[in-house]
């Protein structure tokens, strides 16, 4: 049980376009999903926690209107990154809070040409 | 607030030998949680164990164990009879269990471990 996927795995796209990314909790409802962000060899910034039904609750230094997140559902909640560009490539993961415990999903490298 | 500190980066362990992951942490809470995640080549976290802080009791999961000294804010992780699939990233991480408060995570930079055949 409690098993959160992510879509894409790995996307690439040009500077100045915008990319989604969906994270689903596949065997339990989730109100809070979380959206982190992995540099190399470094841990994992929290970037935003994504309420369902209401706004997200970004960190400080995180831009909310380039990092876009929508929790439309208890299942699915999703990442925009607007006009994305080079220094927004990373290692984009989300997870999912299943009883006092997070489940993480597998990741999205995301890459910016 | 609250922080998590892995002093360890890196350390090495040989296949079938018992390493120990050190973390401590800083908090002014009495409930909380402590977690130790693997990461993988793969990147997908996978939790290890976890621990209460309202428990005495060290968790335990088959290999792994936590030694957990809630007065000197000290939880590391040990692994016993290492198998070449333990080579990850090891993040020790930090969560309130108090009510009203936030739900997030707050993780070490890791430690990295290597398994020597």
């Known amino acids: 049980g409690a098993v959160v996927s992510q879509h894409p795995s790995w996307v690439i796209c040009k500077s100045g376009t915008s990319v989604k990314i969906e994270c689903r909790s596949l065997d339990f409802q989730a109100t809070t999903m979380f959206w982190y962000r992995q540099f190399p060899k470094q841990s994992l910034m929290l970037m935003a926690t994504?309420?369902?039904?209401?706004?997200?609750?970004?960190e400080q230094g995180v831009e909310k209107d380039k990092f876009l997140i929508n929790h439309a559902s208890l299942t699915l909640s999703t990442l925009t990154v607007t006009s994305a560009h080079p220094e927004d490539s990373s290692f984009y993961i989300c997870s999912a809070r299943a009883g006092d415990t997070q489940y993480f999903g597998p990741g999205t490298r995301l890459t910016v040409l | 607030a609250q922080t998590v500190t892995q002093s360890q980066p890196e350390m090495s362990v040989q296949e079938a030998e018992t390493v120990t992951l050190s973390c401590t942490y800083d908090?002014?809470?009495?409930?909380?949680?402590l977690f130790w995640y693997k990461q993988p080549p793969s990147r997908q976290m996978i939790l290890v164990i976890r621990?209460?802080?309202?428990?005495?009791q060290n968790a335990t999961e088959n290999r792994f164990s936590v030694n957990f000294q809630k007065a000197a804010k000290s939880f590391s992780l040990k692994i016993s009879d290492s198998q070449l699939g333990d080579a990850a990233m090891y993040f020790c991480?930090?969560?309130?269990?108090?009510?009203?408060?936030?739900?997030?995570?707050?993780f070490g930079k890791g430690t990295r471990l290597h398994i020597l055949p």
């Open positions: 991480a930090y969560r309130s269990a108090l009510m009203g408060r936030d739900d997030k995570i707050i």
């Open positions: 621990q209460e802080a309202y428990k005495q």
């Open positions: 908090t002014s809470e009495s409930d909380y949680y």
């Open positions: 994504s309420n369902e039904g209401s706004k997200a609750t970004y």
